[in-house]
Antibody
Framework: QVQLVESGGGVVQPGRSLRLSCAAS????????MHWVRQAPGKGLEWVAV????????YYADSVKGRFTISRDNSKNTLFLQMNSLRAEDTAVYSC????????????WGQGTLVTVSS | QSALTQPRSVSGSPGQSVTISCTGT?????????VSWYQQHPGKAPKFMIY???KRPSGVPDRFSGSKSGNTASLTISGLQAEDEADYYC??????????FGGGTKLTVL
């Protein structure tokens, strides 16, 4: 079955960087667009970024544009999120998510990895 | 990229019906028939309950239904059950592969 397992979260000081990974299994990663979504403690879901199946198209939420970079390595079934110039307001659980072209929405979510930005 | 607007909370007694609204703009909800709804229990990953405004994936009870009028989508849950108590989020396609979520609605079953 589909599994998405995030890693790389932790505590980081404001202004520093962190790289998140998402290991995908149970499906062929190279045929699906993938998203990152975050959820701050006690808050709602916020869409962060998307990458097309081949990595040719990438789009970002205004709140992270210019600071975050989404990428993928289909040969290793892995999705990445490079986060630079981190701010306190970036503190959240970050989840990778598999988009379904059939359902036109996110079909599967990982459990997420917690990123805490604090001095 | 403003979040879609949902009521913060709704409530209903077992057996009753509740409706959760989700208001966006012509650039998202109003512009595409790609609205989905997610149910999230505490500490769990979201589960999609409705896609393409009105459709249910297999396994989702027909007590859950969706609709849309203009820039506002709605999720109706009929025959409320205790296990329906959760947070609900709407999500809309917003063009160029992007998505936008609602702020979430906490459903309390009284």
């Amino acid at each position: 079955q589909v599994q998405l397992v995030e890693s790389g979260g932790g505590v980081v000081q404001p202004g520093r960087s962190l790289r998140l990974s998402c290991a995908a299994s149970g499906f062929t990663l190279s045929t699906y667009g993938m998203h990152w979504v975050r959820q701050a403690p006690g808050k709602g879901l916020e869409w962060v970024a998307v990458i097309s199946y081949d990595g040719g198209n990438k789009y970002y939420a205004d709140s992270v544009k210019g600071r975050f970079t989404i990428s993928r390595d289909n040969s290793k079934n892995t999705l990445f999120l490079q986060m630079n110039s981190l701010r306190a307001e970036d503190t959240a659980v970050y989840s990778c998510a598999k988009y379904s072209g059939d359902y036109h929405c996110i079909e599967y979510w990982g459990q997420g990895t917690l990123v805490t930005v604090s001095s | 990229q403003s979040a879609l607007t949902q009521p913060r909370s709704v409530s209903g007694s077992p057996g009753q019906s509740v409706t959760i609204s989700c208001t966006g703009t012509s650039s998202d909800v109003g512009g595409y028939n790609y609205v989905s709804w997610y149910q999230q229990h505490p500490g769990k990953a979201p589960k999609f309950m409705i896609y393409d405004v009105t459709k249910r994936p297999s396994g989702v009870p027909d007590r859950f239904s969706g609709s849309k009028s203009g820039n506002t989508a709605s999720l109706t849950i009929s025959g409320l059950q205790a296990e329906d108590e959760a947070d609900y989020y709407c999500c809309s396609y917003a063009g160029r592969f992007t998505l936008v979520f609602g702020g979430g609605t906490k459903l309390t079953v009284l």
